[in-house]
């Protein structure tokens, strides 16, 4: 307690910073998430049908493309959609406050590749087209799996997610996302009618005539969203986070108080 009170103040202030950005990090990612559940409550959930221009949220089931399946480049694997990158173990080289050097071994990410083919989204009233190239999306499979070659040699041979290799041995990692045929999803966004004016060729080929209505990113700032499941989930999903978060912020803002308080002769 005494040494707390004695430290010289540049020295205490370093010692809140650990605990300060243990509570601002997750306090933004907490602000970010109820944010979230606040705009998934207050966007109502339509039918495709009845789906007017603006912001929409809807319900529905992943059908295929009329051109067929898609493939996830990493494991050559049907799907609706797919998100894939190889990140490389890379050596960095950082150094210390006392101007030491020191070698530290972390991933470094690869550069993202998402399908541009929108979904097709089912419900009971209709069929919509998708965007979700610059979408936020929770998908029902990802695979992680390990190699030695920049480009994967095969899928993974056992499962979707394999155990992390020693150190020695790691040097690319393989992270692929996936909708399949049939996933219930959520879907947020901004709906079109401007079949013609949006739509490539090859495109208008892909999607069934009556596929009226295009759910696109938002013109406007707001979340743009495909998400596994219905709105619940979604509320659920961001419920769960804010709950996480809440705790980890609040470890953070006691541990700087805690310092605080005795600091100035309030506790101890």
């Known amino acids: 307690m005494d040494f707390i009170r004695d430290v010289p103040t540049a020295l205490f202030v370093f010692m809140c910073v650990l605990p300060g950005l243990m509570f601002l990090a997750p306090a933004v990612a907490l602000i970010k998430a109820w944010k979230l559940a606040h705009q998934t409550s207050n966007t109502p959930v339509g039918s495709i049908a009845e789906a007017h221009d603006g912001i929409v949220a809807i319900e529905g089931r992943v059908d295929r493309l009329l051109t067929g399946s898609l493939h996830g480049p990493l494991t050559g694997r049907p799907c609706c959609w797919y998100r894939s990158s190889v990140d490389t173990w890379v ?27 929108p979904l097709l989204v089912v ?26 070659t920049p480009i994967p040699e095969g899928p993974p041979l056992a499962g979707d997610t394999q ?3 020693a150190e020695k041995d790691r040097r690319y990692r393989y992270l692929e996302d996936r909708l399949r045929f049939g996933d219930e999803v959520y879907a ?39 998400s596994l499941g219905s709105c619940g989930d979604e509320i659920g999903r961001h419920t769960e986070e804010m ?21 100035f002769g309030v506790m101890g």
């Open 188 to 226: 947020t966004g901004e709906i079109s009618h401007d079949r013609e004016g949006l739509l490539e060729p090859e495109m208008k080929a892909a999607l069934p005539q009556y596929a009226r209505h295009l759910v696109m990113p938002f013109s406007q700032r707001g979340s743009f969203r495909v």
């Open 243 to 263: 709950k996480k978060t809440f705790i980890v912020a609040s470890m953070g803002a006691a541990g700087v108080l805690g310092l605080l308080l005795i600091r």
């Open 91 to 117: 050596k960095r080289e950082r150094l210390e406050r006392t101007s030491r050097k020191y070698t530290e071994w972390e991933w470094q990410s690869g550069e993202e590749v998402t399908s541009k083919e």
């Open 163 to 165: 155990s992390e290799p």
């Open 123 to 148: 419900d009971r009233t209709g069929i919509c087209a998708v965007w979700a190239e610059h979408a936020d999306v929770y998908t029902s499979t990802r695979s992680i799996w390990y190699g030695n």
